[in-house]
Every structure is written in C-alpha cells, then in structure tokens.
C-alpha cells in the first residue's frame, strides 16, 4: 500500500525558510506527479506546487516563486523549499501521490486527481 510521510514543519519567523519533506514506501515515488497541498485556516485547500513525472514543476499564483520543488530519487523523496515565509502561509501541507496517466501529462494542481495523502505537517509562521 502506498505511503506518504511529511515530515519538516514548524514554527518559523516571518521571513525565514522551511524544507518539507515527503518521503514514499511502497511504492517508488519517481514513477508518480507528487503535488504539494495546503489547509489553510478559514480557507479552501490550495495546490501549492507540483513536480511531474518528467520532472516539470507547477506553482500556485500565491507562491511567486518563494518555494521551490524538488525530488530526490534515491532517497525516494520529494522536498518543498520554502524560503520568505509569511504568515499567510500557516497551515498544514500534505504531500499527494497521483498515478493516473502521469508518465504522459503535466502534472495539476487539482486535489481531486490525487489518490493517496500523507498526515500532512503543521507549518506556522509568526508574525
């Protein structure tokens, strides 16, 4: 069965960074568009970025280029720098696994196309 642990959240300054972690098992990660989600308080779930198959990258319009994803096949995980961190950015991030039709397409920020989550990981940015 698949798995996904996130693991790196936190409590951090306005301004400063986090690296969140999704590390897979059962599975091997390289073969799926992993996306990175976020619940943030008062507020819908929101794509916060994507890393394809191919390794095409997607970012939702809030992240202006602040976060950067990125993949680590041998250790089997997927990271999202986080760097100039604000306090809209609290909430708790969850790591997605989708493999339907993934090796042929860009990856989405839609949660719906995602079939496995992980517990999520609570990141808080003070002010």
């Known amino acids: 069965q698949l798995q996904l642990v996130e693991s790196g959240g936190g409590l951090v300054q306005p301004g400063g960074s986090l690296r969140l972690s999704c590390e897979g098992s059962?599975?091997?990660?390289?073969?799926?568009?992993i996306g990175w989600f976020r619940q943030v308080p008062g507020k819908e779930r929101e794509g916060v970025s994507c890393?394809?198959?191919?390794?095409?990258?997607i970012y939702g319009d809030s992240i202006k280029g602040r976060f950067t994803i990125s993949r680590d096949n041998a250790k089997n995980t997927v990271f999202l720098q986080m760097n100039k961190l604000r306090p809209e950015d609290t909430g708790v991030y969850y790591c997605?696994?989708?493999?339907?039709?993934?090796?042929?397409?860009?990856?989405?920020?839609?949660?719906?196309?995602?079939?496995?989550w992980g517990q999520g990981t609570q990141v808080t940015v003070s002010s």
């Open positions: 997605a696994a989708d493999s339907t039709g993934v090796m042929f397409r860009q990856c989405v920020l839609n949660g719906q196309e995602y079939e496995d």
């Open positions: 059962g599975f091997t990660l390289e073969y799926y568009a």
């Open positions: 890393i394809s198959y191919s390794g095409g990258t």
